[in-house]
């Protein structure tokens, strides 16, 4: 077996393992659903709801992720009408209903983050669970990385390999904006104007066929990966990332960048111009540099024998040493969406909470009523941020196209008149499903 071969198929293992069971799934599903049974409560918050974001929604979660769940009052009102101080005092009153209620441990308030947060650990696989007030920001950013992720599943498994999820292709072909920025006015308006924007812009990206095909499997995805950054040390005094765009740029042509205070500089692309590395220290920089160079030198020497204990922990190893095949189950995507996940608070606390009913989940089309894949561009140019992340067009009718189907504009205030990728279910299979806010049926 070639080298090549056989980091292919250690890659593929690793994710293997990584990647969340059914009962990851099902898991998250029942802790968001104590969480709603915490805020229902509570009289100061009656009326929210308890919406799922991170990398649960985009499904881009390990089965040892965190939960990230943002608690809403802004259905149908404007965006974001709680300052920081109220965020605070809310966030007080849910750790005290949680503790009345059990179930979880470590409780954490940190009220002067950016974003005030409560960090808690559940006695469900110890899951751990960062709950905001209104966090709509970060809710859309999960969104617009799940619609990315649908275009190719290499993106998914690149994310999952590497912890650093490149925006490919660049945002600006999805979104041509400042995400923060745009974040204002009615909720529901704001919602459906980001959502339908994407759609037409990821339409316009799959219909555009003069594209050369990226064909990379995942082992050169990965290497490559390593490779680009393996003298990141080096540029980062001088450029910085701009994920936007997916390139490397000058720090000293862009005026929105200095003063120069960071010792990396990659900016974060839904809330330009902020600096999603500012907390790393030129001595962790040094550090990551190494890191990317040793691996990357050791996964192109010939010399493959320790290629497991140069790629996971010793964890992990024991893990992919155990786990048989037929524990896992396919989860790409589940996307269990829970309907009582978005069900609103009751206006009283009268009378014992009814339980959600789960849904049969919907069978995933038959090959011939999926389309290609998108097809993307090849980069141009060694200033290209992430220019192996392009996608490939499949040449077979049996690879997997997220569907976009129409919804009924009249249904329901928060749907899109865009079409939205459809789940991946079983036929077998009743499970609750999340659906975001948009997807809620009236």
């Not at 659903?33 to 881009?60: I, K, N, Q, Y």
């Not at 009913?357 to 290209?384: D, I």
């Amino acid at each position: 077996m070639s080298a090549q071969s056989t980091l292919e198929n250690t890659l593929k293992e690793i994710l293997r393992v990584v990647k969340p069971l059914r009962e990851d799934w099902t898991t998250r599903l029942q802790i968001i659903d104590e969480l709603r049974g915490a805020v229902e409560s509570v009289e100061s918050l009656r009326g929210a709801t308890v919406e799922p974001f991170g990398s649960f929604v985009s499904d881009l979660f390990t089965r040892w992720g965190d939960l990230d769940v943002s608690i809403e009052f802004s259905n149908g009102s404007f965006v974001s009408p709680y300052g920081k101080k109220q965020k605070q005092r809310l966030l007080g009153d849910v750790m005290r209903a949680m503790r009345q209620k059990g179930g979880w441990r470590r409780y954490q308030l940190i009220p002067n983050a950016r974003v005030p947060i409560l960090k808690v650990e559940s006695n469900l696989q110890n899951v751990s669970c960062d709950i905001s007030i209104d966090n709509l920001k970060c809710q859309m950013k999960s969104r617009l990385l799940f619609w990315i992720s649908e275009i190719d599943t290499r993106f998914r498994d690149m994310v999952l390999l590497t912890c650093a999820p490149a925006i490919f292709p660049p945002l600006k072909d999805i979104y041509p904006g400042n995400l923060i920025d745009d974040l204002k006015g009615l909720r529901a308006d704001t919602e459906r104007r980001i959502e339908e924007t994407c759609a037409a812009n990821i339409r316009r990206f799959q219909s555009y066929n003069l594209r050369a095909e990226n064909r990379s499997s995942l082992s050169e995805l990965f290497i490559s990966f390593l490779g680009k950054f393996s003298d990141i040390s080096l540029k980062a005094s001088e450029l910085g990332i701009c994920t936007y765009t997916g390139q490397w740029q000058a720090i000293k042509s862009n005026m929105r960048w200095l003063p120069q205070t960071y010792a990396l500089f990659i900016e974060d692309p839904f809330e330009q111009p902020e600096n999603s590395a500012r907390a790393v220290s030129k001595r962790e920089l040094t550090r990551i540099s190494e890191t990317f160079e040793m691996s990357h030198h050791m996964l192109i020497s010939p010399n493959h024998s320790s290629l497991l204990a140069t790629l996971v922990r010793p964890q992990m190893l024991s893990l992919m040493v155990r786990t048989p095949d037929w524990r896992r189950q396919p989860t790409h995507p589940q996307r269990f969406r829970a309907e009582g996940s978005h069900s609103p608070t009751p206006s009283n606390n009268n009378g014992p909470r009814q339980p959600t009913r789960p849904q049969v989940h919907r069978v995933v089309r038959s090959p011939s009523q999926v389309q290609p894949q998108y097809q993307t561009v090849k980069p141009k140019g060694p200033s290209e941020v992430q220019p192996q992340y392009q996608t490939v067009k499949p040449k077979g009718p049996s690879q997997v196209q997220p569907q976009f189907q129409t919804m009924n504009p009249k249904s329901h205030p928060n749907r899109a008149t865009f079409k939205k990728p459809p789940l991946q279910t079983y036929e077998d299979q009743r499970q609750q499903i999340w659906r975001p806010r948009s997807d809620r049926p009236v």
